[in-house]
């Protein structure tokens, strides 16, 4: 026979689903800080400087309601729903409620992504938030304590807790970016969550309606919570729709968010934009600048280049420039964002901005990180066109490192030339000389130059080689901006573009994203 299971060892449905809700409230407590640490990225750059601003006020926030914990000494139930209902209300709403203010404050003539208004609003909700959701897990410690403390020393109520705790983080962690924003949104994956939490208020009416004073009005909040976030989801488009259009200025005609990036092309009276993350990448009307001036020095000085390597540039353009050149044999791409390729590729708008150079047979699509990618490989090629968005984090940062460059030169042919676009000579003079001496640091030569091309202003570029550039004898017909007579332009430099001492971009510092957000924070 075997012994009768001790009172103290059996756990109550109420206890098991009790504990259950810790898990969902990690959850969603996680995915707010998630959400406002990606949101701000989006709209203010610097993903490092951000997310590591929005945690650290997230966590001081959540020991603060931890603190005023201890002040709610009756009534831990309805205190628990109560608490619960703000934080869905609040966090699901605060994504939505930063797009529409964001977007507000850029009609209403602020700087956009750097008004001080908005900053205020970030950060104060993600404290508001992290302030109720610090008053969470003491309240349910105690709850639990108070019912069912036949069953739980003060070791075994914490281990468990805070093990529940954990595991609701370690999912949403990996499902955020993997799962909820692609498919749904940072909107709708806020409200999401919300409705999570307004179920836990919802459990509560229901798991302890004997002993909660005036059931009905907790009732009827927690009808008006489900209700209000319900709506917003279904409003979700429609909001979207709105604060998009009148952040970017033009109708949006597609938008897709990646792990990687939000991406928006909109349409009008001038033609098409594509931004990344809010920054403008090109515009129809004058891209053909951008990338001729990115692709031709380096193509026709090599003479008859065969086999090309293009990082980044997912949306082809640079591919169409190459392809120009009969000699090409192969072509390869790396792009990161396999979404990137995937649009420009088969949507037809955009393929005929890319004169469908993405279905080119002499094309290979290799969807990884380039530094990885270059780390791994030994392919040698003719021309290396490197077209990365401009260092405005650590994780673009490491693409403009002596380490990358070092990569770089291993997989450039003798005879080769690599060219990198190096943001503007004269909004952002020392990041540009900052890239010339860093590429310069690996022993390859450098020949810098720019080209005007309006949507952007000034812009440069780089080459690097181990032999001098020469001025090439010939260009590709059918170009719209460079000729033989206007390309020696390019490499002259007006005094308050001229060369200034900068040190090395190195892995271990990256100076260069510092500087870059210094010059262009005063741009803007």
Known sequence: MHPEEPEASRVSPAEILLLGSVFLIAACGLIYELAAGALASYLLGDSVMQFST????????????????????????????????????????????????????????????????????????????????????????????????????????????????????????????????????????????????????????????????????????????????????????ALSTWAEDHFYGERIVMRATSPYQKIVLTQGHSGVRLFLNGNLQFHSRDEHRYHEALVHPAMAAHGAPKRVLVLGGGDGMAVREILRYPSVEQVTLVELDPQMTQLFGSEPMLTALNGQALRSPK????????????????????????????????????????????????????????????????????????????????????????????????????LASRRPWRMPERLPEGLRFLTLGTLPTLFEFPADMARVPAEPNRLSTQGLVHTFEAEWGQVR
């Open 363 to 462: 094309l290979r699509i290799i969807n990884q990180d380039a530094f990885s990618w270059l780390e791994t490989g030994s392919e040698t090629f003719d021309v290396i066109v490197v077209d990365f968005p401009d260092p405005t984090n650590f994780a673009l940062g490491k693409l403009y490192t002596t380490a990358f460059y070092a990569l770089l030169d291993q997989h450039l042919a003798a005879s080769g030339y690599a060219v990198v676009q190096t943001t503007s000579p004269l909004m952002a003079r020392k990041s540009y000389w900052t890239v010339a001496t860093t590429i310069e640091a690996v022993g390859l030569s450098t020949t810098p130059y720019h080209a005007h091309v309006p949507s952007f202003g000034e812009w440069g570029f780089i």
């Open 54 to 237: 929005i945690i650290g006020i997230y966590l001081f926030a959540m020991g603060v309601g931890a603190w005023l914990s201890r002040f709610l000494d009756r009534q831990l139930v309805a205190h628990f729903l109560r608490i619960e209902l703000l934080v869905g209300l609040i966090g699901g709403l605060m994504p939505a409620a930063l797009f529409v203010a964001h977007s507000s404050l850029s009609v209403a003539g602020h700087m956009v992504g750097s008004g001080l208004s908005f900053r205020v609003l970030l950060y104060g909700l993600v404290w508001l938030v992290g302030v109720l959701v610090g008053l969470e897990i003491p309240l349910v410690m105690r709850i639990l304590k108070q019912r069912f403390s036949r069953a739980y020393a003060l070791k075994d109520l914490v281990s468990q807790v805070l093990t529940f705790d954990s595991l609701g983080a370690l999912v949403v962690a990996i499902a955020f970016p993997l799962l909820f924003v692609p498919h749904l949104g940072l909107v709708r994956t806020g409200l999401f969550f919300g409705l999570l939490n307004s179920a836990v208020a919802v459990w509560a009416l229901w798991m302890f309606r004997g002993e909660l004073r005036h059931w009905g009005a907790h009732a009827l909040a927690c009808a008006g919570v489900v209700g209000t976030l319900c709506a917003a989801w279904l409003g979700a488009d």
